[in-house]
């Protein structure tokens, strides 16, 4: 996808309308409107965590690079060739883009696995891919961060103290790792509304169905 | 880092090895914010004032306005209540995605929220208990918690055919939309609660 789309463009640009593909006025419009905070807070978190104003120790273009292995893990491939293009254009980041393809061709699956406090629910522990990232071509840092992301997308309940120790060794402050947590667990949400969206785009309206005034 | 550590070691048998209603705590592996430190930015963040009583708002509140987008957008999806899937149901698929995705504390608050909006008391233990609903729940308690997980799978699942399936069974738009912004939230939410702390069951007084 060509990227046509800025957090700075002038007018104002909806990140998830954007990839949807909604128009003004129509039915999805209409639909997401109906939810206005969110619809305003979700292109705000995407603006606050991709395209801050200051980025304190974690840079904008270390942020891209986390949002398009996120987006590429998801399989949705949209959001992920923007954020792409986006990391392409951002400072340093086209040495990264050609990396970040190849963590996400390795690091695929299927998720939820992992495993719960030892009793009775061991039975459903699931085992799956620990994806190693490897720091030779993007340095330890961002390298660590990317592992943090995998784990999160794929079995968040195998997190632990010692996964966000090892971040603080790859010198990741305390203040910019919940930034990394927010960044990774509201892309999780960000693809699954850009998804469901796109799902209802593809079915069309309920035929019959008038928005919103037939809500009972 | 030592912060880190402390807090390591002193997650013991007190962290619950089963899904429950109960009221738990939770505690975070670094190190929150002090309310001495607050600004009016951080307030701003955190909406409500009294959630600076709560060490999982006052760990977020390190980064405030990030923190002041994400509760907005989980106040208009589980508490607007113009139109759409009423609020029981939300709380379920809070619940849903919760089970699914291993978030215990999670899932203990929003089954006791559901329950408290008159979900059903029975299914809910079920829905934690086993992970799925009991073959008897109601046709949309059925189709919310399925949908709900569906939409948690990594790569999702949710497709035209729930779509189509959940308007047979008399969804309307708004009311999917709903669902979908509800099972969508929670994926944040979860990972949140899951890898920056841990729960605790509640102390048993001793007297």
Redesign the interface.
């Known amino acids: 996808m060509s990227t046509g789309f800025s957090f700075e463009a002038e007018p104002a640009q909806d990140l998830i309308d954007y990839i949807v593909g909604i128009e003004s006025g129509s039915?999805l419009d209409t639909?997401?409107r109906?939810?206005?905070?969110?619809r305003?807070?979700?292109q705000?978190?995407a603006a606050?965590?991709l395209n801050p104003e200051q980025d304190g120790s974690f840079s904008r273009t270390e942020r891209l690079a986390v949002a398009s292995f996120v987006a590429g893990?998801?399989?949705?491939q949209d959001i992920y060739h923007l954020y792409l293009g986006l990391l392409e254009r951002s400072g340093e980041g086209g040495a990264l883009s050609a990396a970040i393809r190849q963590f996400v061709r390795d690091g695929r699956t299927?998720?939820?696995y992992?495993a719960?406090?030892?009793?009775?629910?061991s039975t459903?522990d699931l085992n799956g891919l620990v994806f190693d990232v490897s720091a030779e071509k993007i340095g330890k840092r961002l390298s660590v961060a990317l592992k943090h992301a995998h784990?999160?997308?794929?079995h968040?309940?195998d997190?632990?103290?010692?996964?966000?120790?090892a971040l603080?060794?790859a010198g990741w402050s305390?203040?910019a790792?919940?930034?990394l947590?927010?960044l990774?667990?509201?892309l999780?949400?960000?693809?699954?509304?850009i998804?469901?969206?796109t799902?209802?785009r593809?079915?069309g309206?309920?035929v019959g169905?008038g928005?919103?005034e037939?809500?009972? | 880092m030592s912060i880190i550590q402390q807090n390591a070691s002193s997650q013991d048998h007190r962290e619950p090895a089963l899904f429950t209603t109960a009221l738990l705590d939770w505690h975070p592996w670094l190190p929150p914010l002090e309310e001495s430190e607050l600004t009016e930015v951080h307030y701003e963040g955190l909406v409500d004032r009294a959630r600076a009583k709560s060490p999982y708002f006052m760990l977020l509140a390190r980064d405030p306005q990030v923190l002041g987008a994400r509760t907005r957008s989980d106040k208009d999806i589980f508490y607007n209540t113009a139109g759409g899937l009423p609020r029981r149901e939300r709380e379920l698929a809070a619940t849903a995605v919760s089970r699914f995705n291993g978030c215990i504390y999670c899932a203990s608050v929003h089954a006791r929220f559901s329950e408290r909006q008159g979900g059903s008391a029975e299914a809910l233990a079920v829905l934690l208990a086993t992970g799925s609903l009991p073959v008897d729940a109601t046709e949309t308690w059925l189709l919310v918690a399925e949908v709900a997980r569906q939409i948690s799978e990594t790569p999702m699942g949710f497709s035209y055919v729930h779509v189509r399936v959940l308007r047979q069974a008399g969804f309307n738009d708004a009311e999917i939309f709903d669902l979908i912004n509800a099972s969508s939230f929670f994926n944040w939410a979860n990972r949140l609660m899951l890898s920056l702390g841990y729960p605790t069951l509640p102390v048993e007084k001793q007297d």
Do not use: C, M
């Open positions: 039915w639909l997401r109906g939810r206005n905070v969110l305003d807070n979700a705000q978190s606050l965590l893990l998801h399989g949705e299927r998720g939820p992992g719960y406090p030892k009793g009775a629910l459903e784990l999160l997308v794929y968040p309940r997190a632990s103290a010692g996964a966000l120790e603080q060794k305390e203040t790792i919940v930034t947590s927010q990774v667990s509201f999780t949400f960000q693809v699954r509304i998804h469901g969206l799902v209802l593809h079915a309206p309920a169905q928005l919103p037939s809500t009972p």
